[in-house]
């Protein structure tokens, strides 16, 4: 299985949702990664797990909030987002942090 | 911190010409890698290189590392129609985990 899964593939949330992204994968990757991709922008890091602890937060504003239940999922959590958070949310993983990263399919999220 | 910096920024070209993308650095980078992102996808991982004047091929595209490790190209042959896409390297960041993406090129091929 060489697949990054990320539910859901779209989200529509208003500003005093509560909400939560979904990222799994069983290649066995020990670093896992959140990013955020604006259109037409590179990908922007915002989060990096390691062996399943927070190893890089990028001055990422506390309405995200990342968890990393176990070494396949990783989550983000959304609160009291702002309309500019809307954007393309990118898992991706990797063996460690010098080898390839795989990504996720995304999840487009809108916030109103 | 570290850039990445990618240029052109768009590029578009006749079905069967060729196409460059090139990344500079500023520093000297351990290793650098390529994705491709299709329009409406995700970042697809192409290929890394890590040692100086690292020369790989992969069919009609040729991707080169400099000998200073400060410089990367990727270069297609021919393109096709399949090749469109936005083109993306990466190099490592200050903080081991952290990657920093160039801007990209977006290429359009024409039929």
């Known amino acids: 299985d060489t697949e990054v899964t990320q539910t859901p593939k779209h989200l529509v949330m208003g500003m005093t949702n509560k909400k939560s992204l979904k990222c799994e994968q069983h290649?066995?990757?020990?670093?896992m990664y959140w990013y955020k991709q604006k259109a037409k922008k590179p990908p922007e890091l915002m989060f990096v797990?390691?062996?399943?602890?927070?190893?890089i937060n990028e001055s990422v504003p506390s309405r995200f909030s990342p968890e990393c239940p176990n070494s396949s999922l990783l989550n983000l959590h959304l609160h009291a987002l702002q309309p500019e958070d809307s954007a393309l949310y990118l898992c991706?993983?990797?063996?460690?942090?010098?080898?390839?990263?795989?990504f996720g399919p995304g999840t487009r999220l809108t916030v109103l | 911190g570290q850039q990445v910096m990618q240029i052109p920024q768009y590029q578009h070209v006749q079905e069967g010409e060729d196409f460059t993308t090139y990344c500079n650095s500023s520093?000297?980078?351990?290793?650098i890698q390529w994705y491709k992102q299709r329009p409406g996808g995700h970042p697809v991982f192409l290929i890394q290189?890590?040692?100086?004047?690292e020369v790989k091929k992969q069919k009609r595209l040729t991707f080169q590392f400099g000998e200073a490790k400060k410089n990367s190209s990727l270069h297609i042959t021919a393109t096709q129609t399949t090749d469109v896409g936005t083109y993306f390297c990466?190099?490592?960041?200050?903080?081991?985990?952290?990657?920093?993406f160039g801007d990209g090129t977006t290429l359009t091929v024409k039929p």
């Open positions: 520093t000297t980078l351990s290793n």
């Open positions: 797990y390691s062996y399943e602890k927070l190893s």
């Open positions: 290189l890590v040692k100086s004047g």
């Open positions: 290649m066995g990757h020990r670093a």
């Open positions: 990466a190099g490592p960041g200050t903080n081991a985990g952290k990657s920093t």
């Open positions: 991706a993983s990797s063996r460690d942090y010098s080898n390839e990263q795989f």
